[in-house]
């Protein structure tokens, strides 16, 4: 009986002290400067992410940790940030052992999952490229027929032809430009095909969709699309399952939420035209 007040009490404890430290350190989110775009295994990555407390102050002074994992593995990658100009921004380099699907998360005040990253094989890395030499088949045919001018205009001498040493001589020009050219094909070099998959090929809606968690939108913002991708959500923002509007409208909200409604919360998150164009494909669809 002892024992379970015992435990009772430690739960008790333990649960209060997670909800004090909760709220005394608020929340924060976490925008990345920009997605990552094609990532060899092999090669550095370089990123760089601003954290705000509470979505808008700038938070300087952390060691974000960044932890990434192939799919399916035990297999783990783990850097530190460190800060890196303006207050709040931070920049860390990550390599990528091996290609396949990244899950990730950048650990600064909160944890914050981004979106997965597909990881190719880098030239270098793939199998040695192999050469294949070219037919030399016209350079050979060009050679065996001077041989053969050559044969003809010695049988033809022996007779006595005038010309057959005047064709004896064209067969041996034409068979020895012929067999020097088929030894001196160049060989064709084929670089291992590697299958890229580019920002071009990912649509507007999946851009968004990762753009919407890579920037931080879904920490204040329920969407059903992306809210099993979140460790924290605060949800202090519209829920924008089935949120719609004019792309003009939504244009001037994401470039600068406070020049529509000077009250906001919604902090502005300097995302270029092209991230905002990619958003709103994303919010629009259904
Ligand atoms: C710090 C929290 C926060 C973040 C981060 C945030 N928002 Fe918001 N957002 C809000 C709040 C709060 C509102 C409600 C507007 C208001 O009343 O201030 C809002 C409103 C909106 C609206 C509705 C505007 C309207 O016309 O009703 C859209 C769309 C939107 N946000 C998209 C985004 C996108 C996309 C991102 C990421 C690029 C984002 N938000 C990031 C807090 C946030």
């Given at each position: 009986?002892?024992?379970?007040?015992?435990?009772?009490?430690?739960?008790?404890?333990?649960?209060?002290?997670?909800?004090?430290?909760?709220?005394?350190?608020?929340?924060?989110?976490?925008?990345?400067?920009?997605?990552?775009?094609?990532?060899?295994?092999?090669?550095?990555?370089?990123i760089?992410?601003t954290v705000?407390?509470?979505?808008?102050?700038?938070?300087?002074?952390?060691t974000?940790?960044?932890t990434?994992?192939?799919s399916?593995?035990?297999?783990?990658?783990?850097?530190?940030?460190?800060?890196?100009?303006?207050?709040?921004?931070?920049?860390?380099?990550?390599t990528f052992?091996?290609?396949?699907?990244?899950?990730?998360?950048?650990?600064a005040?909160?944890?914050?999952?981004?979106?997965?990253?597909?990881?190719?094989?880098?030239s270098?890395?793939?199998?040695?490229?192999?050469?294949?030499?070219?037919?030399?088949?016209?350079?050979?045919?060009?050679?065996?027929?001077g041989?053969?001018?050559?044969?003809?205009?010695?049988?033809?001498?022996?007779?006595?032809v005038?010309?057959?040493?005047?064709?004896?001589?064209?067969?041996?020009?034409?068979?020895?430009?012929?067999?020097?050219?088929?030894?001196?094909?160049?060989?064709?070099?084929?670089?291992a095909?590697?299958?890229?998959?580019?920002?071009?090929?990912?649509?507007?809606?999946?851009?968004?969709?990762?753009l919407?968690?890579?920037?931080?939108?879904?920490?204040?913002?329920?969407?059903?699309?992306?809210?099993?991708?979140r460790?924290?959500?605060?949800?202090?923002?519209?829920?924008?399952?089935d949120?719609?509007?004019?792309?003009?409208?939504?244009?001037?909200?994401?470039?600068?939420?406070?020049?529509?409604?000077?009250?906001?919360?919604?902090?502005?998150?300097?995302?270029?035209?092209?991230?905002i164009?990619?958003?709103?494909?994303?919010?629009?669809?259904?």
């Amino acid at each position: 009986m002892k024992q379970i007040f015992t435990g009772i009490t430690l739960a008790l404890t333990l649960a209060l002290t997670f909800t004090i430290s909760a709220l005394a350190g608020g929340w924060a989110i976490i925008t990345l400067d920009e997605l990552p775009g094609e990532v060899t295994a092999g090669e550095p990555l370089n990123i760089g992410f601003t954290v705000r407390q509470h979505g808008v102050t700038p938070l300087a002074g952390l060691t974000p940790t960044i932890t990434a994992q192939l799919s399916g593995t035990k297999e783990v990658v783990r850097v530190s940030g460190k800060e890196e100009g303006e207050p709040g921004h931070y920049t860390a380099t990550l390599t990528f052992p091996q290609s396949g699907e990244w899950t990730w998360s950048i650990n600064a005040f909160i944890t914050q999952t981004m979106p997965p990253l597909t990881v190719v094989t880098g030239s270098h890395v793939a199998s040695e490229p192999f050469t294949t030499p070219v037919f030399a088949f016209p350079a050979i045919l060009a050679g065996a027929l001077g041989l053969a001018g050559v044969a003809a205009g010695l049988w033809f001498a022996k007779k006595n032809v005038r010309w057959a040493i005047a064709l004896a001589a064209v067969g041996l020009v034409v068979g020895g430009v012929g067999f020097v050219s088929a030894a001196d094909q160049p060989q064709v070099r084929n670089e291992a095909a590697v299958s890229v998959e580019s920002s071009s090929s990912v649509d507007q809606v999946e851009l968004g969709h990762r753009l919407f968690i890579a920037k931080g939108c879904v920490i204040c913002h329920y969407h059903s699309d992306t809210y099993k991708d979140r460790e924290i959500g605060v949800d202090i923002g519209p829920n924008l399952t089935d949120f719609a509007a004019s792309p003009e409208d939504l244009r001037m909200w994401l470039n600068d939420p406070a020049s529509v409604k000077p009250q906001t919360m919604m902090p502005t998150l300097k995302l270029k035209d092209a991230e905002i164009e990619a958003l709103i494909a994303f919010i629009n669809s259904d």
